[in-house]
């Protein structure tokens, strides 16, 4: 099993920045594509973005503020910039098993491991 730990939100103003961190565990690591998600009071949960092994997919809602990473330390980054209060939410990270399209990453079910979630949230 994967464990992911979800860290750096904040509290920011609108037009500033910042980058959420996902710590992965485990030695299968690569065998998996992250993503992350998001989910405001009263709405659902969302798809914000995705990378796998060397594509990466975004949300319209974001593409161009937006950056997933990932490093050789089994960490993925979300580098977020331009933030809106729009963006407030409860930012998740997760692990899904490697396939080949957007249409696949952009579904939750697709995902088999899943973050506690870390607080964003962007004032005006």
């Known amino acids: 099993q994967v464990q992911l730990v979800e860290s750096g939100g904040a509290l920011v103003q609108a037009g500033g920045s910042l980058r959420l961190s996902c710590a992965a565990s485990?030695?299968?690591?690569?065998?998996?594509?992250m993503g992350w998600f998001r989910q405001a009071p009263g709405k659902e949960r969302e798809f914000v973005a995705a990378i796998s092994w060397g594509s990466t997919y975004y949300a319209d809602s974001v593409k161009g503020r937006f950056t997933i990473s990932r490093d050789n330390a089994n960490t993925v980054y979300l580098q977020m910039n331009s933030l809106k209060p729009e963006d407030t939410a409860v930012y998740y990270c997760?692990?899904?098993?490697?396939?080949?399209?957007?249409?696949?990453?952009?579904?939750?079910?697709?995902?088999?491991?899943w973050g506690h979630g870390t607080q964003v949230t962007v004032s005006s």
């Open positions: 997760a692990a899904a098993r490697l396939a080949s399209d957007y249409n696949y990453y952009r579904m939750e079910g697709a995902y088999d491991y």
């Open positions: 485990g030695r299968t690591f690569s065998t998996y594509a």
